[in-house]
């Protein structure tokens, strides 16, 4: 891999908030996945026959000339505790701009241990990195804003967990790392000073718009509110759970990131959870704008002090912000779910409607994403649970309403072509090319499923094996945060 143009930038923000650390030498790399396509959105040369430095870069062996590793600091919310963390698993190599200007970082996960590592061993498992891997480039198809995946490289070394698991590193790309989390961190061991030095970089970085700004920091803050209302709407949308949205896990350039036991719902259900951890639903799958919210509070508290030097004044114009949050939500809410049954605004019928659709989900089990093709399909693509009454009904008077509005069916059928995923990386599948993957090592599989989930909005004239529903649902599918 060549044409790295790095160009460094977090390294010149306050010292405290990073440490310089190497990836740790690894004893038989090999390159086992590699986005060809992202490389070329990145300007990267990729020689598939320059085997020794791909497997170098991809595997933390070799540093590419520029990069400057470091792992960031950051703190975080967990579960609603406040922990000091940083990246233990995880090291920036740097940052590198691409054809049309953009910065991005480029972060190798799974490369070793770190000063921010407490008592992990800094490596991952290649099923996790693999599962990383599919889910975050399914988002990008999707059309939501996430993190990208560069390549997958296995270490031939072990990684003990419950079960004895092959290493791997995978390369992630991101518009930056910068975490609710890091501004929780930099308020803590930050003078105000290099707070507010620290959120100038991060506004230079992602929010240029609001540079010289009176109210800079409060400007930020509404900036995050709004990328983040946006992301979850997404989320939504396509029935996405990110299952550990703590505050070092929120972006604040609003990009989805930190993959772990995240998964997409089949069967609707609000209180839907996968994490292994989560036993109480705190982050299930409807609870995730109230955590959005709680989240982006902590990020207003670590900005107090630029906010105003009255901290009671100060408080009240963070709450100003983040009061804003509800009604954007569900203005943006309704529009997408209304652009889910193909209507282009929302209005008190069609929020009727939509209530009494999603009722029905939830008593029948019914599947998420393929209840909106079937609507979609008026009836073409069709399975046993469509047939009930109820739901027929249901589907006539969305007809008589969209009529009502003046929309066509091909004016529907197109706008929800545009919001209905035909394809989500369900956990049946992830999981099937995850096994064929780590105990077979045949990924014939898993590019199968990449390629359709990398597509999603393909339009399909029957049901294929990778739009059914996990037989008798997802029982007690669990998924782990650390592997
Ligand atoms: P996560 O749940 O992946 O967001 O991770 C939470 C924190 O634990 C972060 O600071 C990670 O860097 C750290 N962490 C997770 N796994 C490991 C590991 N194997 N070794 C060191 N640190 C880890
Ligand atoms: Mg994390």
Redesign the pocket.
Known sequence: MKGWKFNNSYIEVPKKMYARVEPTKVVAPAVVLFNEQLAAELGLVFEATDTECNEGVFSGNLIPEGAAPIAQA?A?H?FGHFNI??????ILLGEILTPNGNRVDVQLK?SG??P?????????TLRSMLREYLISEAMHGMGIASSRSLAVATTGEK?YREDIHDGAVLTRIASSHIRVGTFEYARNFLSVEELESFTNYTIRRHYPQLEGSADAALEMLRAVVIKQVALIVNWMRVGFIHG?M?T??MSVAGETF?Y?PCAFMNSYDVKTVFSSIDTNGRYAYGNQPQVALWNLSCLASALLPLIHLDEAIAIKKAEEVLNEFPAMYQQQYATMMANKIGFSVSNEEVVKLIKALLEWMQEQKADYTNTFLVIQWEGKLTQPIYAQEVFIDWLNKRKNLLAKNGITAEAATRMMQQQNPSYIPRNHLVEQALDAACFRNSYEYFNRLLKKIAQPYTVINEWNEFQQPPEGGDGYYATY??T
């Open positions: 950051y975080g967990q963390l940083g990246d233990g698993r995880a799974g241990p770190t921010y590592s407490r008592r992990g061993d800094g490596r991952a990684v550990v703590n070092d896990n930190d772990g945060c650390g």
